[in-house]
């Protein structure tokens, strides 16, 4: 019993710190901008409880309303460009790198192609403005100046940046399959694209699901490559405003806009719900159809 006691204890010593840094910069200004957004501030500086007012401002207010669901949709086209070109793309670079192909320098070509996901997003912003200025850059077409390709744009600059990370997943993945399965699948007369696509595949496939999960939390919140390469301008007649930006022009004010602390809050607090409700719902029903097939 005093062995037990005291492993917890040392257990407490070892967790008590960084649960404590988690606590005060993530959990407390969590909560904190929850609370607000019931709150409004009235011009002598007091604040008022007002329930969920802010909330039915933001979402039955014609200008207000308007800007929101136009940042969603376009958070919502960010994250779909980024699943449907980071997965294929890190799938391809995974399936490279394990192939046998590049044996030799394979350690090499995998540092090369996670290197971006290093760098700093403005030096990546500063870098592509350079490359696609129409004036001196490789393309002739103002790409970030159009509304229709502006977003499309940004986006693809981030898969460029970030599609190492899900590379690394798959790679880690692929390497662990079991060996002998593999030489077994060979024995038997599978040719090399069989072995990938049947056999494979299928025992990586449980990665796809938390890939996805991680990409579309990242792209919620997403905001520095927005930010790098158009300022808090949300683009030309806001075809790259998303929650992210919408969020920082609302509660620091910027382009015109007044600083609002109270519905900047309270757009933060809808951007956390649906990231929460979502990511609950793979964790509940997905995630459990993994493990049951795992078992």
């Given at each position: 019993?005093?062995?037990?006691?005291?492993?917890?204890?040392?257990?407490?010593?070892?967790?008590?710190?960084?649960?404590?840094?988690?606590?005060?910069?993530?959990?407390?200004?969590?909560?904190?901008?929850?609370?607000?957004s019931f709150?409004?501030?009235?011009?002598?500086?007091?604040?008022?409880?007002?329930?969920?007012?802010?909330?039915?401002?933001?979402?039955?207010?014609?200008?207000?309303?308007?800007?929101?669901?136009?940042?969603?949709?376009?958070?919502?086209?960010?994250?779909?460009?980024?699943?449907?070109?980071?997965?294929?793309?890190?799938?391809?670079?995974?399936?490279?790198?394990?192939?046998?192909?590049?044996?030799?320098?394979?350690?090499?070509?995998?540092?090369?192609?996670?290197?971006?996901?290093?760098?700093?997003?403005?030096?990546?912003?500063?870098?592509?403005?350079?490359?696609?200025?129409?004036?001196?850059?490789?393309v002739s077409?103002?790409?970030?100046?159009?509304?229709?390709?502006?977003?499309?744009?940004?986006?693809?600059?981030?898969?460029?940046?970030?599609?190492?990370?899900?590379?690394?997943?798959?790679?880690?993945?692929?390497?662990?399959?079991?060996?002998?399965?593999?030489?077994?699948?060979?024995?038997?007369?599978?040719?090399?694209?069989?072995?990938?696509?049947?056999?494979?595949?299928?025992?990586?496939?449980?990665?796809?699901?938390?890939?996805?999960?991680?990409?579309?939390?990242?792209?919620?919140?997403?905001?520095?490559?927005?930010?790098?390469?158009?300022?808090?301008?949300?683009?030309?007649?806001?075809?790259?405003?998303?929650?992210?930006?919408?969020?920082?022009?609302?509660?620091?004010?910027?382009?015109?806009?007044?600083?609002?602390?109270?519905?900047?809050?309270?757009?933060?607090?809808?951007?956390?719900?649906?990231?929460?409700?979502?990511?609950?719902?793979?964790?509940?029903?997905?995630?459990?159809?993994?493990?049951?097939?795992?078992?």
């Open positions: 019993m005093l062995r037990t006691a005291s492993r917890y204890r040392l257990l407490a010593i070892f967790v008590l710190p960084a649960l404590a840094v988690y606590v005060v910069f993530s959990v407390f200004p969590l909560l904190s901008s929850v609370a607000l709150f409004r501030s009235s011009g002598r500086g007091a604040s008022m409880f007002v329930g969920i007012g802010n909330y039915i401002h933001l979402f039955t207010d014609p200008y207000t309303s308007e800007r929101f669901w136009n940042a969603l949709l376009n958070n919502v086209e960010f994250f779909g460009i980024h699943l449907l070109v980071e997965l294929p793309v890190g799938l391809l670079m995974a399936a490279l790198l394990t192939s046998g192909t590049l044996r030799r320098a394979r350690g090499v070509y995998r540092t090369i192609l996670f290197i971006p996901a290093t760098l700093s997003v403005v030096i990546v912003g500063f870098i592509w403005r350079l490359i696609i200025n129409p004036l001196w850059g490789l077409f103002p790409l970030l100046g159009d509304a229709k390709t502006a977003l499309a744009t940004i986006s693809l600059m981030s898969v460029w940046e970030y599609v190492g990370i899900p590379m690394i997943f798959l790679y880690t993945a692929l390497l662990a399959v079991p060996e002998d399965i593999i030489e077994a699948s060979r024995i038997d007369g599978a040719r090399p694209w069989q072995v990938f696509w049947r056999i494979k595949f299928p025992l990586i496939a449980p990665q796809f699901g938390l890939i996805t999960i991680l990409t579309y939390i990242w792209t919620f919140n997403g905001f520095d490559i927005v930010y790098a390469l158009n300022g808090s301008a949300p683009g030309p007649n806001y075809s790259t405003d998303i929650l992210g930006t919408l969020f920082y022009r609302t509660f620091f004010g910027s382009s015109g806009q007044v600083a609002d602390l109270d519905q900047g809050a309270t757009i933060a607090s809808v951007i956390f719900f649906i990231i929460l409700i979502t990511t609950a719902a793979y964790f509940v029903v997905l995630q459990r159809r993994i493990k049951t097939y795992e078992l």
